[in-house]
């Protein structure tokens, strides 16, 4: 298939090619692309004229980041990927003759992929939003009454999302005892939530928005989210306007973005909405992806325990219906921007995207597999997200996203 040696399970197989922001021993940030353990530099390759007949700026390979790449647009990064992929099939291949083209990946560290001025985090799983209804208002009525009318959502901090391999010191703010005063330290429920984020493709005009037939013109890829979540803190700060401190101090993201082209095969139908949405969030057509996720958790000096197997299919609201909602009031949309699924959590136990659910508000232990027992985050946890879409032996992942939490500072 290739003349690059990619091992069977690679989440980088030739159907992939995914972009993201590297630097190799040289130290200077480069776009990317990433097949088997190879990481290949766009702008080395650009050289050797492989991409001499694709009407494409030259220049936006030597961007620190995706943004400008991905405004040449669909028809030119998708020429571009294309152009790889047949490049990484052909034995005759220009690039074998250029060795500085290719770097092992033990030899590159990767970067944040865009420039993302804003940030949006959906909450469209409906097992994820009946759990915390159930655990934190009324089992007989979880779902509050605006759940199944229109994708929730909050406007959420660009600034502090990380790419994986960045660790974070766990976050301290204002919490409130049950029994007295509120007090300030270091947050005591500690938690992620698995997520998947959308980076927006096209620039709109303040005043306009995107209907869900047009959205998919507007999403060039996704990365795995972690949303990271201060439970103490958000509990006593988000009423009445939502989620603030608990949650802005990090979100760290998978470093490749996979295209919607490369994910195109594990489309699925989505389940049924009840009741019937209202006309701008209708859609036609497979919005939804069977993407499988796992979260694992590594104790300090220990080894890793799958805590959590999820899958993205299991979305109530998809992503055409969140873009549409997103604008429908003429709220404009930058390129890089990022709008986050919401905790992807399924309908069995072992699903739960977070360890709010996982152990249930405090009520379970959730079991390690060298003995330790978890309801929140301990420090020096490392959490690792992985997720893949696979179909007969064909595999597109996004490798992991990994985070380990530090000691307060
Ligand atoms: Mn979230």
Redesign the pocket.
Known sequence: MSWIDIPNDSDFSIYNIPFGIFSGPHGKKRIGTRIGDIVVDLEAAADTGLFGDIDIDPDVFESTKLNPFIRQGKKITNAVRERLQATFADENSILKNHPKVFFKLEEVQMHLPVDTKDYT?F?SSIDHATNVGIMFRDPENALLPNWRHLPVGYHGRASSIIPSGVNIHRPKGQTKPADGPPVFGPCRLLDF?L?MAFILGKDTELGSNITTEDAPDHIFGMVIFN?W?ARDIQKWEYIPLGPFLG?SFASSISPWVVTMEALEFAKVEGQKQDPEVLPYLQYSGLHHYDIQLQVGLTPKASSETMICNSNYKHMYWNMVQQLAHHTVNGCNINIGDMM?S??ISGPEKGSYGSMLELCWGGKREVHLDDGGIRKFLKDHDTITMYGHAGKGNKRVGFGEVQTMILPAT
Do not use: I, N, P, W
Request: glycine share 10%.
């Open positions: 985090d909450y939530e997520e949303d979540s949650k986050a919401g905790t």
